[in-house]
């Protein structure tokens, strides 16, 4: 029997990391509070992508979560516990900043959904840049039912799905199904659940074959020029493309392919 990727453990359990393959796995590991983000689980979250920024064997990350629900978002006994103007500009910083994280690291990053993601874990799925959600997840930003309105969420929420999906889920509350999520733009496939973890393999497959010197780029790029105007977006993606050409993977790409040969990538 092939031996086991070494499982590595940070921030007290909260937060467990698999590699293999390419693939870092990072999974949500606070089962008995539906996976709720505590300052302790970002804080595990924020600090392996800042690992993994740095790590040339990782080419994809995944994000799961252990247990029923996938994210229940910020955890409300925590909040209560710390109130003031103080605690919680803290805590929708520190979210704010883990979820930027996530779109500025050069690697493509993949939400694997199950169960419930709400609000906060609504958020993050929004915040990676693809999301395969099984036939048991939905998805909601509830804020409104408790006073309190989805204003962070919002933010990711209203840059993947069409405004008036967007303030639909806003303004209700109400719970959508993957079915719903693929066609609001929120997740990329709906599966069964017993396809869930083939579906993000193979994404992560076909992810992790590419180079990730381009790969590198064309998430920063992308992200980049949706805060631009047209004419400002395509004098940027120019340069973009202008610079990634006189990188040596792309002249490799191009040889490969006109050989008639697979690529040998060189990271640069």
């Known amino acids: 029997m092939a031996p086991q990727p070494a499982l590595q453990i940070s921030e007290e359990d909260q937060l467990l990391r698999r590699d293999a393959d390419g693939v870092a796995h990072l999974t949500l590991n606070r089962p008995g509070a539906s996976n709720s983000l505590s300052i302790g689980l970002m804080a595990a979250l924020q600090g392996e992508l800042e690992k993994i920024r740095g790590d040339q064997n990782v080419r994809v990350v995944v994000i799961g979560a252990a247990g029923t629900t996938f994210c229940a978002g910020h955890d409300l006994k925590e909040i209560r516990a710390n109130p003031g103007r103080a605690a919680y500009e803290t805590l929708f910083n520190q979210c704010s900043a883990l979820m930027t994280s996530i779109v500025k690291l050069p690697k493509p ?33 509830p804020g409104v039912r408790i006073g309190l309105f989805c204003s962070t969420p919002m933010v990711a929420l209203s840059r993947n799905v069409p405004r008036k999906a967007a303030m639909e889920m806003l303004l209700t509350g109400e719970a959508i199904d993957s079915e719903t ?88």
Request: proline share 2%.
């Open 181 to 268: 999520a693929v066609k609001f733009g929120l997740i990329n496939r709906a599966v069964s659940d017993e396809a869930l973890d083939s579906a993000v393999a193979e994404y992560c497959s076909r992810i992790a074959s590419k180079s990730p010197h381009t790969l590198a780029i064309g998430k920063e790029a992308f992200y980049r020029q949706l805060e631009m105007g047209l004419d400002e977006a395509y004098e940027y993606a120019s340069q973009v493309m202008t610079e990634n050409m006189l990188a040596r993977d792309a002249e490799e790409g191009i040889d490969a392919f006109l050989e008639k040969r697979p690529p040998v990538w060189q990271g640069e």
């Open 109 to 141: 990053v993949i939400a694997r959904v199950h169960g419930l993601a709400t609000a906060a874990g609504c958020q993050l799925v929004a915040s990676c840049d693809l999301a395969v959600g099984s036939e048991s997840a939905s998805f909601c930003t």
